[in-house]
C-alpha cells in the first residue's frame, strides 16, 4: 500500500523560508515520478514542481527561482525547499507519486499524502 506522509509546513511571514518533507513507503521510489502541489481555499490543486525518474524537474513558473525540489532515494524522502514566501504561497501543499510521465496536472497523480499547511503572513 502506497503512503506518502508530509510534514514540514507551519506559519511564517513573507520573505521566510519552510522545508517541507515527504515520506513515501509501498513502492520503490526511485521509479516513479514524483510532485508538489498545493490548494488554497476555494482553489483548484495546482501543481508546484515534480521530478521524474531521471531527476528532471519541471517547476511551476510563480515557484521557479524561489522553490526548490530535492530527494534522497536512500530514505525514501522527497523534500520542498521553499525560500522567499509570499502570502500568495498560502495554501495546504500535497506529496504525490505517478507512473513515469508526470505533468503538473493533478489528475494525473495517482497517490497523495495527506497534506501539510503553510501560511505566510504579509
Known amino acids: 500500500q502506497v503512503q506518502l506522509v508530509e510534514s514540514g509546513g507551519g506559519s511564517v511571514q513573507a520573505g521566510g523560508s519552510l522545508r517541507l518533507s515527504c515520506v513515501a513507503s509501498?513502492?520503490?521510489?526511485?521509479?516513479?515520478?514524483m510532485g508538489w502541489f498545493r490548494q488554497a481555499p476555494g482553489k483548484e490543486r495546482e501543481g508546484v514542481v515534480s521530478?521524474?525518474?531521471?531527476?528532471?524537474?519541471t517547476y511551476a513558473a510563480s515557484v521557479k527561482g524561489r522553490f526548490t525540489i530535492s530527494q534522497d532515494n536512500a530514505k525514501n524522502t522527497l523534500y520542498l525547499q521553499m525560500n522567499s514566501l509570499k502570502p500568495e504561497d498560502t495554501a495546504m501543499y500535497y506529496c504525490?507519486?505517478?507512473?513515469?510521465?508526470?505533468?503538473?496536472?493533478?489528475?494525473?497523480?495517482?497517490?497523495w499524502g495527506q497534506g501539510t499547511q503553510v501560511t505566510v503572513s504579509s
Open positions: 504525490a507519486a505517478t507512473g513515469t510521465t508526470c505533468p503538473l496536472s493533478a489528475g494525473f497523480w495517482e497517490y
Open positions: 521530478i521524474d525518474v531521471y531527476s528532471a524537474t
Open positions: 509501498g513502492y520503490t521510489y526511485s521509479s516513479a515520478c
